[in-house]
């Protein structure tokens, strides 16, 4: 159970508000919950972009990440056709939509689609077309290209596989999801195109790396602020496919 610390009014907080302090929630120990679990949730308690995701209506604070990458790179543009690789539980998808002006609602503007895909089901969002499939399997990019009618602006992951517990298997499970995700933005993004994923810092990524600057103009990497400070996930951004 949750609660907040309590505390005397007198002499901690006067009538302009100076000397308030900002309260943190404490999470209590409970029988069968592993340590790692409340301090999960306790950081989950405290996390400012958790409470601003429920505020502002977004499924996750995975939401903020993808605002932050595009604020700074500027290619969730009007008229582009987006496709989001596990795509749930559907923050990216919901930050692109009007970003792109998937719903039209920009009549001066030209008007984009968003595609999320996802393994799972994801519940309906406003402006994105949803659709249940492993990318991996044979014949993926072309049911892509057909639900996109034609090649794709934009392809973006913030896939993670599994936590194993084992920094490194981890990261090299990451690295492979990123590396399927490469592969099919090849075949289905259009000529000057950009690719966005997230993968791990380690080592093992050198290899992508190399292959998308081979494919791309511009490649970065790229630590947004609402990544978690003890988190190792940065962001590839790769811009300007060669086709």
Not at 32 to 43: E, H, N, Y
Not at 155 to 184: F, N, P
Request: glycine letters at 12%; one cysteine or more.
């Amino acid at each position: 159970m949750a609660k907040k610390p309590t505390g005397s009014n007198s002499g901690g907080k006067n009538s302009s508000g100076r000397g308030q302090r900002d309260l943190k929630v404490k999470v209590k120990t409970a029988r069968g919950r592993k340590l790692s679990s409340t301090r999960w949730l306790q950081r989950q308690l405290n996390d400012p972009y958790v409470k601003r995701a429920k505020d502002e209506g977004f499924r996750g604070r995975a939401a903020f990440k993808i605002l932050e990458i595009d604020d700074k790179y500027r290619f969730l543009v009007p008229g582009a056709r987006v496709v989001d690789l596990g795509c749930a539980p559907g923050g990216w998808c919901q930050v692109a939509v009007p970003r792109v002006n998937a719903l039209g609602e920009k009549q001066d503007k030209a008007q984009g689609f968003v595609l999320g895909i996802d393994l799972q089901e994801v519940d309906r969002i406003p402006g994105a077309e949803i659709h249940q499939l492993d990318f991996m399997e044979d014949g993926a990019d072309d049911k892509v290209k057909t639900w996109l009618g034609g090649k794709a602006d934009v392809v973006m992951s913030d896939m993670a596989a599994s936590s194993s517990g084992h920094k490194q298997t981890d990261h090299l499970r990451i690295i492979a999801l990123c590396e399927a995700a490469a592969y099919l933005a090849f075949d289905v993004l259009e000529e000057g195109g950009t690719f966005v994923a997230k993968v791990l810092q380690g080592g093992a990524e050198g290899s992508l790396q190399a292959e998308l600057k081979r494919r791309f103009e511009k490649v970065a990497n790229f630590k947004p602020p609402a990544s978690r400070s003890d988190s190792s996930e940065k962001f590839v951004v790769a811009t300007g496919f060669r086709g």
